[in-house]
T-cell receptor
Framework: KNEVEQSPQNLTAQEGEFITINCSYSVGISALHWLQQHPGGGIVSLFMLSSGKKKHGRLIATINIQEKHSSLHITASHPRDSAVYICAVRSNKAAGNKLTFGGGTRVLVKP | DTGVSQNPRHKITKRGQNVTFRCDPISEHNRLYWYRQTLGQGPEFLTYFQNEAQLEKSRLLSDRFSAERPKGSFSTLEIQRTEQGDSAMYLC?????????????FGNGTRLTVT
């Protein structure tokens, strides 16, 4: 079993819909990251959180440390949100800032 | 600050050849990471440096792989005697140490195709 599991693997939404991506992990962590990867490879950090909830524009990330679960929500989705969204965790036993990544959720938002 | 820069963007090579990739991190970042990503998968950790010291290497990094960061600035990743299974996107990321966890900044990657 992977240390970081994401669901769904693929998601198709109509423009304007509310999107939720889930991430479950099995290790103790010091931080969880949500990242966005567009075709061509570039990865952008969206959120880094260790508790509670963060909001940036139409994106909201939440984490429940006790349940080892995080969600990324996209409100009023737009075609430009189409990308792969990746959850990554830093184990509280890991040296440095090394991250363990989930497999990603491929999101397609249709106009 | 131009972000993390990786060169080349694409590399096509024949099996058995050696290849070298370069990563220039954000200038004030003392940590540098190499990850490998295959199609449809999340990135997998390969190795990381703090300044010029290579502090951790994944078991994924076979003896054909070597990484250096000689002056604590740019880093190179060399793959000797490439195999078709080495075909992947090689991602570099950097961060800085400090009291607060610093997010990783990724380059655009080098896509390696071994024919």
């Amino acid at each position: 079993k992977n240390e970081v599991e994401q669901s769904p693997q693929n998601l198709t939404a109509q423009e304007g819909e509310f999107i939720t991506i889930n991430c479950s992990y099995s290790v103790g962590i010091s931080a969880l990251h949500w990242l966005q990867q567009h075709p061509g490879g570039g990865i952008v950090s969206l959120f880094m959180l260790s508790s509670g909830k963060k909001k940036h524009g139409r994106l909201i990330a939440t984490i429940n440390i006790q349940e080892k679960h995080s969600s990324l929500h996209i409100t009023a989705s737009h075609p430009r949100d189409s990308a792969v969204y990746i959850c990554a965790v830093r184990s509280n036993k890991a040296a440095g800032n090394k991250l363990t990544f989930g497999g990603g959720t491929r999101v397609l938002v249709k106009p | 600050d131009t972000g993390v820069s990786q060169n080349p963007r694409h590399k096509i090579t024949k099996r058995g050849q050696n290849v070298t990739f370069r990563c220039d991190p954000i200038s004030e970042h003392n940590r540098l990471y190499w990850y490998r990503q295959t199609l449809g998968q999340g990135p997998e950790f390969l190795t990381y440096f703090q300044n010029e010291a290579q502090l951790e290497k994944s078991r994924l990094l076979s003896d054909r792989f070597s990484a250096e960061r000689p002056k604590g600035s740019f880093s190179t990743l060399e793959i000797q005697r490439t195999e078709q299974g080495d075909s992947a996107m090689y991602l570099c990321a950097s961060s800085r140490t400090g009291e607060a966890e610093s997010p990783l900044h990724f380059g655009n990657g080098t896509r390696l195709t071994v024919t």
